[in-house]
């Protein structure tokens, strides 16, 4: 696949100071977790991205590293306000399901630093603010009360899960499936995914190795929510789900990856197929309490 573009499924991928590919886990870092938050922002928290979140993205991730020109990072900010809001929610890599849990960038700045780089307290202020206002819109709710204190808040829901699923995870369903090699070889008009993938590359590994996808999968939640997503749509109810969004986002070549090579989307596709019996036979043994040790920690 094109070198330029899986800044589709990517996180924040080599950059301009040093390589931006995610590395294992850590407490303060995350994701990369799908639209998975039902419909669309657009109303009050685009009006809060516009005039708060914008001009501190400029600042701190437009300088030369993230701008839409760059051709060796993922390009989630604008040039001008205008095209700034749809192009950084475009990217499901860097806002996540719009948690401080899941939104990667927020995670990588916060505690930081990040290529040197942190948010100030008012910078998190506004940047927490504006992901609030995106989870309510996109839940379909209209207001902002809080949740009662014994109810998980959205950014405390999707790290306890993203934590539970990595010990659900198992190595012999890897195998069985044939996952890695299923794929490494997904075609695209440019390749197959392995070409820039193989070793998780621009945050997305497509790797023809089923012990290694396994392990990175399961210890690195950036690569693994390439493939999985947490749903927090209903918080009475929030659950992880293939990211199957992600991808045929990608894959279509929707905004703002028109230049990312197109692939197959369909749920019938070979890898695409393997993704949903992988999710099958992790949310099963999610239902019956049969998973292991969670390898990321909350």
Same mark, same amino acid.
């Given at each position: 696949?094109?070198? =330029?573009?899986?800044?589709?499924?990517?996180?924040?991928? +080599?950059?301009?100071?040093? #390589?931006?590919?995610?590395?294992?886990?850590?407490?303060?870092?995350?994701?990369?977790?799908?639209?998975? +938050? +039902?419909?669309?922002?657009?109303?009050?928290?685009?009006?809060?991205?516009?005039?708060?979140?914008?001009?501190?993205?400029?600042?701190?991730?437009?300088?030369?590293?993230?701008?839409?020109?760059?051709?060796?990072?993922?390009?989630?900010?604008?040039?001008?306000?205008?095209?700034?809001?749809?192009?950084?929610?475009?990217?499901?890599?860097?806002?996540?399901?719009?948690?401080?849990?899941?939104?990667?960038?927020?995670?990588?700045?916060?505690?930081?630093?990040?290529?040197?780089?942190?948010?100030?307290?008012?910078?998190?202020?506004?940047?927490?603010?504006?992901?609030?206002?995106?989870?309510?819109?996109?839940?379909?709710?209209?207001?902002?009360?809080?949740?009662?204190?014994?109810?998980?808040?959205?950014?405390?829901?999707?790290? =306890?899960?993203?934590?539970?699923?990595?010990?659900?995870?198992?190595?012999?369903?890897?195998?069985?499936?044939?996952?890695?090699?299923?794929?490494?070889?997904?075609?695209?008009?440019?390749?197959?995914?392995?070409?820039?993938?193989?070793?998780?590359?621009?945050?997305?590994?497509?790797?023809? #190795?089923?012990?290694?996808?396994?392990?990175?999968?399961?210890?690195?939640?950036?690569?693994?929510?390439?493939?999985?997503?947490?749903?927090?749509? #209903?918080?009475?109810?929030?659950?992880?789900?293939?990211?199957?969004?992600?991808?045929? =986002?990608?894959?279509? =070549?929707?905004?703002?990856?028109?230049?990312?090579?197109?692939?197959?989307?369909?749920?019938?596709?070979?890898?695409?197929?393997?993704?949903?019996?992988?999710?099958?036979?992790?949310?099963?043994?999610?239902?019956?309490?049969?998973?292991?040790?969670?390898?990321?920690?909350?």
């Amino acid at each position: 696949m094109s070198i =330029r573009y899986l800044l589709a499924a990517a996180l924040f991928a +080599g950059g301009c100071v040093g #390589d931006l590919t995610p590395v294992a886990d850590d407490d303060g870092d995350d994701d990369v977790t799908p639209d998975a +938050g +039902g419909g669309g922002g657009g109303g009050l928290a685009r009006q809060m991205f516009e005039s708060d979140v914008f001009p501190i993205l400029s600042a701190k991730c437009g300088a030369g590293c993230h701008l839409t020109t760059s051709a060796s990072s993922t390009p989630f900010v604008a040039a001008a306000v205008g095209t700034a809001y749809v192009t950084a929610t475009g990217f499901d890599s860097v806002v996540g399901n719009y948690t401080t849990t899941g939104a990667a960038m927020y995670t990588l700045l916060v505690p930081g630093p990040h290529q040197a780089r942190t948010f100030t307290a008012d910078e998190q202020m506004k940047v927490s603010a504006w992901l609030a206002q995106e989870v309510t819109e996109r839940s379909g709710g209209g207001g902002g009360e809080d949740p009662p204190p014994t109810e998980e808040t959205p950014a405390q829901a999707t790290a =306890r899960l993203i934590s539970e699923w990595s010990g659900c995870l198992k190595l012999e369903d890897f195998t069985a499936l044939n996952f890695g090699p299923s794929w490494a070889n997904k075609g695209s008009n440019q390749g197959n995914c392995e070409q820039c993938h193989s070793t998780g590359a621009y945050g997305f590994k497509a790797a023809d #190795d089923n012990t290694g996808m396994y392990e990175t999968l399961s210890t690195n939640k950036y690569y693994m929510m390439a493939y999985f997503a947490v749903d927090i749509s #209903d918080l009475a109810n929030p659950k992880m789900v293939p990211n199957f969004t992600n991808f045929q =986002r990608v894959g279509l =070549r929707q905004v703002p990856h028109q230049e990312h090579p197109s692939f197959n989307t369909n749920l019938n596709d070979n890898a695409m197929q393997k993704l949903q019996q992988l999710y099958d036979l992790t949310m099963g043994y999610k239902t019956a309490g049969t998973c292991g040790t969670p390898r990321i920690p909350q």
